[in-house]
């Protein structure tokens, strides 16, 4: 088994930055894409950014792209989600997952393991 622990949520005005970290434990040695979602009330989780454990590639959803940045540490099996230029409309709750698989999906469906999600909310 793989446990996922989200940290850095909070409150923020828009316009301002925060950085979420996951850390994974447990069984990771398999472990190969990384990604974020998201989940607004009353609406599906939503993919956002996710990264493969060789890759130098990074994947985001079109509302984040230029404004948030995943990267990974490796060594401490712990992946970053660097949040800028936040909007109101990013206030949700947000989760890491972690994969096996080799290719970047971004259905939520595909991804055996997840954090207990970490509330961001963004005041206008």
């Known amino acids: 088994q793989v446990q996922l622990v989200e940290s850095g949520g909070g409150l923020v005005q828009a316009g301002g930055s925060l950085r979420l970290s996951c850390a994974a434990s447990?069984?990771?040695?398999?472990?190969?894409?990384r990604g974020w979602f998201r989940q607004a009330p009353g609406k599906e989780r939503e993919f956002v950014a996710a990264?493969?454990?060789?890759?130098?590639?990074?994947y985001y959803a079109d509302s984040v792209k230029g404004r948030f940045t995943i990267s990974r540490d490796n060594a401490k099996n712990t992946v970053y989600l660097q949040m800028n230029s936040l909007k109101p409309e990013d206030t949700a709750v947000y989760y890491c997952?972690?994969?096996?698989?080799?290719?970047?999906?971004?259905?939520?469906?595909?991804?055996?393991?997840w954090g207990q999600g970490t509330q961001v909310t963004v005041s206008s």
């Open positions: 997952a972690a994969d096996t698989t080799r290719v970047v999906v971004t259905t939520p469906g595909a991804y055996d393991y």
């Open positions: 447990g069984r990771t040695f398999g472990i190969y894409t």
């Open positions: 990264i493969r454990r060789s890759d130098v590639n990074t």
